[in-house]
């Protein structure tokens, strides 16, 4: 289950369990979008690994109580901003190489 983490790693902006701005690597480090293009280049701080969209879960029960209501998100930030310098040399160690590839 997705932990929905609420904010940013890197600045902190808030990213509740509905905003499309959410951006995710595959160990679920949590980043808004316009740090995780335009600031870390689509290469995760912490593993490396590439972003993708946050999932949304429903707010409302559909189906079976999967939403919020019975898996809310996550209430208690994670901010570790990244080390810009180490990132940069980070990027440029992959020299481009795509996400699938790393």
């Given at each position: 289950?997705?932990?929905?983490?609420?904010?940013?790693?890197?600045?902190?902006?808030?990213?509740?369990?509905?905003?499309p701005d959410a951006r995710i690597?595959?160990?679920e480090c949590t980043f808004c979008a316009d740090c995780a293009d335009g600031v870390l280049h689509n290469v995760c701080p912490n593993c490396a690994g590439g972003f993708t969209p946050r999932p949304?879960?429903?707010?409302?029960?559909?189906?079976?109580?999967n939403?919020?209501?019975?898996?809310?998100?996550?209430?208690?930030?994670?901010?570790r901003p990244a080390d810009l310098e180490a990132h940069a040399l980070l990027v440029e160690s992959l020299k481009g190489l795509p996400p699938e590839r790393r």
């Open positions: 289950m997705l932990e929905l983490r609420p904010c940013c790693e890197h600045c902190a902006i808030a990213l509740p369990p509905e905003s690597c595959s160990f949304i879960r429903p707010a409302r029960n559909w189906k079976g109580d939403y919020l209501g019975d898996y809310p998100a996550k209430t208690t930030p994670k901010h």
